[in-house]
């Protein structure tokens, strides 16, 4: 059976989705699920540095551009459980892809791995809507303000408008004396919250030491938010 | 200040923010919104769409474009609840939150409570 593929999108940069994306990538993993991630942010790539893979090695780019396989561009990362497929940092690498190759790329995947988890650019350029066409299902990453939930419920509107189930959103840097609490997100944008993760100083390590907080901080409570979600994206997803 | 054409809103609304202890405003149109803001500054506005006259939508984005006034947070409160109007009302009328009615009184006063913590009007 055909795995499933599933982006994380926000409207606004900054969200924080690459780094959820990652480390509920690795959640996924460790309840036993044969889990990829695609780093199809091709203008903002930073799953590399997210993992600690070596900025020279074939990407998604190169895919894009029909310079590598899929098989040349996907990693097995042992230590974080997943394989992953990373994006270029380079400016020239952006020369000559063709983005709409993504769609026929994600669907391979798709017959090897349970979980494609693809890390999507944010707003709402044409990149965007190809690696929304590519996904199966959707999840929105926000961050407690007003101008990020407002590009959010953008990003639901057109999103909604492609046929594409939304499975939730994900409040991401929560805790703050002034933000919007995450029960008026859901009413907002009309979509279940599932979960609020809160930015402690565990998160603010493992951000600043390029660490993956699930391995880093196994015991956080942002960890322990993070497994909740994933168990609920699991539900969710069937 | 709670503006809506409807008596009944106006009452009840206002009756539930008293109760909870803050002081309420009412005006019936956008018009008598407007023209009660030359004199009153209130420390938030609930504002329906559905109007006669300007409807809500323009009356937002009279005081939001207005320097005087445009720091006076603003929710709408409404049976316009569609995504499309939600995003109207935080993208073009740049009000700074939406309420969807039917709401029930305890979540009302929340929402003020919290709008008028997180979102003060600039002295």
Redesign the interface.
């Known amino acids: 059976m055909a795995g499933i593929s599933v982006s994380y999108a926000s409207g606004r940069d900054g969200a924080g989705k690459s780094t959820i994306c990652a480390n509920l990538g690795v959640a996924l993993s460790q309840m036993g699920l044969k889990t990829v991630i695609v780093d199809a942010d091709v203008e903002g790539a930073s799953m590399n540095l997210i993992f600690g893979l070596d900025f020279d090695v074939p990407t998604i780019h190169d895919y894009l551009s029909g310079k590598a396989s899929a098989d040349e561009v996907t990693f097995n990362l042992k230590s974080a459980g997943i394989d992953l497929v990373a994006g270029s940092i380079k400016v020239e690498s952006l020369k000559d892809i063709k983005f709409d190759l993504l769609k026929e790329f994600i669907a391979g995947l798709k017959e090897k791995y349970d979980i494609v988890f693809i890390d999507i650019p944010a707003g709402l350029s044409v990149d965007t809507m190809t690696s929304l066409s590519a996904s199966d299902v959707v999840v929105l990453v926000v961050t407690p303000d ?1 101008l990020s ?2 590009s959010a ?2 990003t ?2 057109i999103t ?1 408008g492609m046929d594409l189930k939304i499975l939730g959103a994900i409040v991401n840097r929560a805790g703050g004396e ?4 995450a029960p ?1 997100i859901e ?2 944008l ?1 979509v279940e919250v599932l979960g609020s993760i809160s930015e402690g100083e565990e998160v603010k390590r493992s951000l600043s030491t390029g660490k993956i907080l699930l391995l880093d901080s196994p015991d956080s409570p942002a960890t322990k938010s993070l497994k909740q979600i994933a168990a609920k994206l699991v539900g969710g997803s069937k | 200040m709670v503006v809506d054409d409807e008596e009944d809103i106006l009452y009840l609304v206002g009756t539930i923010l008293r109760k909870a202890g803050h002081e309420v405003i009412t005006a019936s149109s956008g018009e008598e919104c407007l023209d009660i803001l030359k004199t009153e500054k209130p420390d938030l506005i609930l504002l329906d769409v559905m109007m006669p006259g300007i409807d809500g939508f323009e009356t937002a984005k009279v005081i939001k474009a207005d320097e005087e006034n445009r720091s006076i947070p603003i929710a709408m409160l409404t049976v316009k609840s569609g995504d499309k109007d939600k995003l109207r009302s935080l993208e073009e009328c740049r009000v700074d939150w939406h309420i969807s009615k039917p709401v029930d009184r305890e979540k009302l006063v929340e929402m003020v409570n919290w709008l008028l913590k997180s979102r003060p009007r600039k002295l």
């Open positions: 007003i939930v407002s419920l953008k639901k509107v909604k002034y933000d919007i609490p008026y009413d907002m009309g």
